[in-house]
């Protein structure tokens, strides 16, 4: 089975079980119609990209796959094809529900158009043949693509006096570039590569998260269950948020407490010692009112998860999520990253000159801040996400719990602030999100001594990427990301460095 969701377009949700036979009109000898082809659906507010294969074995019988990226479908194989005059007809094997395409052949052999049939409803479809000159094309304007991505980072580390910087992107679930710029140690002259590690500081957030819908997902933990059923020393100066404040409030920073940041960074305490001294600390808004960035209730949401599975938050993460996901050399200590042949040392600016910051340990505060990784390790968690919690045909998460994550939980910024382009600001569970130029965009930075970075990918259109910094508080992660994401989408790249 395989379900279309169209819960994001104005056109409402329909979601179907479907079986997708793909009947196209048949084909005579002169139009051969083995090769590669793609196309699209055209779904009510939505266009359902797909692409097909076919071949014929030694006895002259046609065999073929078709993929749909958005649903997650790779290599399903076609049964019952048939090519004749001009019309071809072939059949998902053993999907369910007759779905049908009908069309022609135009003059050239090149491009079929026709209607797509299940249960009643009728759509419009088109393909196009895929051939050496047209993916050379495409490989050419990518290569352009890239080229003019890397010009324009290596103009703004310049501008910007970032020491170093990497970047990896994923387009289709490919990763189409994962490269290192300018010097990861100034003083040693030792330049980044895609395996420099970072501290990604607060993009750890979406690693707890994704753990609690893991959770979620085992039945062990529910985000609107009080947070005192599951760690009953939870304690906050209010009596009543206490009690009512649920695992979901935990991770959307509306729990009414300001930042409080003092009680973590540069403290001596552990994370039992800060969660026991949360009952202290004085709110200044109201239950549910108010987004109040506070990493402080991430460090509790962490805690907590390890203790509902009898763990760690790390020994969480690292079984969770960094082994499956091939994360070998991602860790949680600035000690543990520093024992690694390549890592970042960390810097910031003083008075124009780029000097040294040391980085301070964030252990305790862990699960709202303390992965380091390095983009070509960062890839896979981009891809994850992308492919909604599934990853190289292992399913880590749930689609439902994805949607968990990606949803809008707390809108806090309808006007995008001096910048059009970003509307509709949301925080959904470890996850900022946007509509960016019009496309669905989820994304969380992140910031500690000496480093920055960005992790974002707009699910629609299957484009992802991370960027990180050896910069203290760097504009250099928000202005790439932006300058490719406007490049990959076929947009006029916005001067926000200007």
Known sequence: YMWFDYSRNEAGRVIGAVLIILLLPLVSL???PAGSWEGAIELPGLSLKYSVDLTQDSTGAWIGTIEIPDQGAKDLPLSGIVAAG????????????DPTFRGALDADSKNVAGTFTQNGQAFPFAMTRIDEALTSARAAEMDETLQKIRAFIDTTIKEFKTPGLAIAIVKDDQVIMAEGFGRRNVEQNLPVTAQTLFPIGSSTKAFTTCVLAMLADSGKIDWNVKVVEYLQE????DPYITSHATVRDLVTHRIGLPRHDLMWYGSPFSREEMLRRLQYLDFSEDFRTAFQYQNLMFMTAGYMAGKVAGTSWEDLIRTRIFTPLGMTHSSFTINDMQQEPDWAQGYRDSSEQ??????????AIGPAGSINSS???????VRLHLNNGELDGARLVSEAQMLELHSPHFVFDHSGGPYHEHLMSSYGLGWFIEAYRGHYRVHHGGNIDGYSAL???LPDDRIGMVVLTNQNGSPSPGLVSSYA?????GLDPVDYAG
Do not use: Y
């Open 375 to 381: 983009v070509e390790q960062m890839a896979n968690w």
């Open 485 to 489: 994401t406007d490049l990959l989408l």
């Open 86 to 97: 001009d019309s071809l007809a072939f059949v998902i094997a053993g999907v369910p529900g």
């Open 354 to 363: 780029i000097v040294l910051m040391p980085c301070r340990d964030i252990e």
């Open 30 to 32: 002169a139009a051969d």
């Open 234 to 237: 939870f304690r906050l100066k």
């Open 455 to 457: 992790v974002s990918f």
